[in-house]
C-alpha cells in the first residue's frame, strides 16, 4: 500500500548495503555479496585491526577508489528529494548502515552514518589527538601511520566488535523514541544494533516496512509489510509527499 510521509511525524529509514547496488557497490550477503568470497570475521573484525591492519585497508580501501567513479543513485537521490519536500512538523531521520557516504552525496540531510564512512581514515590509537580526515587513498600497498604517534592509520568506520560512537547510539534513540514509520531498506537485518530497530519501533506502534530484494531470512514478525523488489525501482511507487 502507498506510504503517504505527511501522514506520519517522525519517520524513520533505515538503510543497508542493497540501496547501494544501483551503483554499483557490492552487498555484503545476498546474491554477489562480498561475505560469499571473504570471511568478515577474519578480516572484518577488531581483531583483524590489531593483528593484519594492512588486510583490513585491503578489504574496504577498494571502496574508496570506487567511489571516485561511482556516485549517488535514484534511491539515493529519492530519499534526498523527499526529505527536503517535507516541513518541520515532520521529523525525518536517515539511519544507514553504509560506510559509502552516498547518502550525503545524494543530498540528504538528517543522516546518521552509524558505521562511519569510509572516506575518513583516523588513527587506531584511541588516545592520540589526531583528528579524523578525509582521505581518498586506499591504502592497500602500504599501512599508513600516524604523523603523531606512529600507530597504524584505519578507516573511520566500525568493525565488527567495535562499538558504535556515544554520538551515533543518541541519534538513534532519539530518532526512534517517538516513530510512526520505520522503512527499513536493502538490508538483509541480521547486523546488530540496526537490526533491532524494527523491534522498537513495533513497539511504539509505528508502521514497519522492509522494502529488499528478498524477504528477511528467517522472517521478521516485526515488520508488518513487506515490499520484494529492487529499491530503486519501487521507492517511487511506493513512497510519496
Ligand atoms: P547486507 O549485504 O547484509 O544485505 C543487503 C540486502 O540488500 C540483501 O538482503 C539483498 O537481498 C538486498 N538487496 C540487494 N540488491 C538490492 C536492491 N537493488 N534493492 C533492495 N535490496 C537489495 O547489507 P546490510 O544489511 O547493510 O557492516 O549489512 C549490515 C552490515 O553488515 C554492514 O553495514 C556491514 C556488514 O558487515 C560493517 O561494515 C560494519
Not at 2 to 24: D, E, R
Not at 51 to 59: A, I, N, Q, R, Y
Not at 136 to 159: F, G, K
Request: net charge negative.
Amino acid at each position: 500500500m502507498p506510504i503517504n510521509l505527511k501522514n506520519y511525524h517522525h519517520i524513520v529509514v533505515l538503510t543497508g548495503a542493497g540501496i547501494s547496488v544501483a551503483s554499483g557497490i557490492r552487498t555484503f550477503r545476498g546474491p554477489g555479496g562480498l561475505w560469499e568470497d571473504i570471511d568478515p570475521m577474519i578480516y572484518a573484525t577488531h581483531e583483524a585491526l590489531l593483528e593484519t591492519p594492512l588486510m583490513v585497508w585491503k578489504l574496504f580501501g577498494v571502496l574508496r577508489t570506487q567511489l571516485k567513479t561511482h556516485g549517488p543513485n535514484p534511491a539515493h537521490n529519492y530519499l534526498a528529494d523527499i526529505e527536503k519536500q517535507l516541513s518541520n512538523e515532520h521529523q525525518f531521520t536517515l539511519i544507514t548502515q553504509n560506510i559509502d557516504g552516498l547518502h550525503l552525496a545524494a543530498g540528504s540531510i538528517n543522516v546518521v552514518e552509524m558505521h562511519g564512512a569510509i572516506q575518513r581514515t583516523r588513527c587506531s590509537n584511541e588516545f592520540c589527538q589526531l583528528k579524523p580526515f578525509e582521505d581518498d587513498d586506499p591504502h592497500t600497498e602500504v599501512l599508513p601511520t600516524c604523523p603523531i604517534c606512529h600507530a597504524p592509520l584505519r578507516p573511520d568506520i566500525v568493525l565488527f566488535n567495535e562499538f558504535l560512537s556515544e554520538d551515533v547510539e543518541r541519534r538513534c534513540h532519539t530518532a526512534l523514541l517517538d516513530v510512526d514509520l520505520f522503512i527499513a531498506i536493502g538490508t538483509s537485518g541480521v547486523v546488530y544494533p540496526a537490526a533491532s530497530f524494527v523491534h522498537s519501533a513495533y513497539r511504539k506502534h509505528a508502521r514497519t516496512i522492509l522494502i529488499n530484494l528478498e524477504p528477511m531470512d528467517p522472517p521478521n514478525p516485526y515488520f508488518m509489510e513487506e515490499t520484494i523488489g529492487k529499491a530503486e525501482e519501487c521507492l517511487p511507487e511506493l513512497i510519496t509527499v
